[in-house]
Structures are given as C-alpha cells and as structure tokens.
C-alpha cells in the first residue's frame, strides 16, 4: 500500500471505460459527420460500438491502392491523404470517413490512404453495416455520393495528367 506524503491528500477516481458511440454523442462536431447523420440514433450505437479504435501516426500508410479491402475508416482526429498511383486526390477530415467504397463493394481499394497527421480513426467492418439492413440505406446512398465524387477525382486528374 502506498502512503501519500505528509500534509499531502490523495483522491482516488475511478477509471471508466466510456463506448465509442457514447464520445461521438458528447462531440458536437462528430454528431455533424456523414456517418452520424445518415443513420438512425440506435444504428450508430451499434455500428460505432463494433469498431476498433486505431492510431497513425503522421506519414503512415493506412492502406494502398489495390490493395484487397472490406473496412471503412470514420476519422476521430486528425488528417488522412487520398491518392492514386498518379496524384493526390482529396484530403479527409476529422468526421470524414476514407474506404467507403470497399464498403459499398468489397474488393481491392481504389486509392491510398496516408496519415497527413497522427490519426485516430474508428475501422468500421462491412459486416457491422450489413447487419443493419434497411436502417443503414440512407448511411449507403450517402457513401455512394461520395465514393463517386472521389472516383470522378480520380478520373478527372488521369485524364488531366494523360494529356500532358
């Protein structure tokens, strides 16, 4: 047992393992993102509680291009760079999420993804998704828009760099 030193007081407090879904629901911010909004209040409890929480730090490869994928990333913090094998396409922000596209139809990513800064992400399995059924439709209407808008990017940028 360990004493506090003289005149000194010691408090104890109790650690508290919190949910994921439970730090979403106290950050304004992440309660705006595309996940959250898009999705019934009690599928983001169960979606976000099915996730592993991971760290990059900055300059971190996350994934690459090609490479087989079946997760989506939902950015708590920080930075992450998308690119293809000619270019940077996007960079995604605190309550972007990166891989949705692998989620909509698993299979080899079309992009890489590299930590621009130390990240933490919540890794979202296709699975958590699917068992969702018609409550998470709106969450993949939504993923489509974006994948979409990413992939124009993409298709754009060759297009751009193939005439030079």
Known sequence: MHDSPPGKEVSRVKLQRLKLSELVAHDPELMRSELVTHLPPDAVATVLDAAQLRRFEAGTLIFREGAPGSTLFFILK?????????????????????????????????????????????????EALTLLGEAAKPLGLRLLAIAQARLGARSELDAFLKRW
């Open 78 to 126: 920080g930075e992450i760079q998308l690119s293809c094998e000619s270019a940077e396409v996007v960079a995604c922000a605190r309550g972007e999420v990166v891989g949705e596209v692998e989620v909509l139809r698993p299979g080899p990513r079309s992009l890489t993804a590299h930590a621009l800064s130390d990240v933490d992400v919540a890794e979202l399995p296709r």
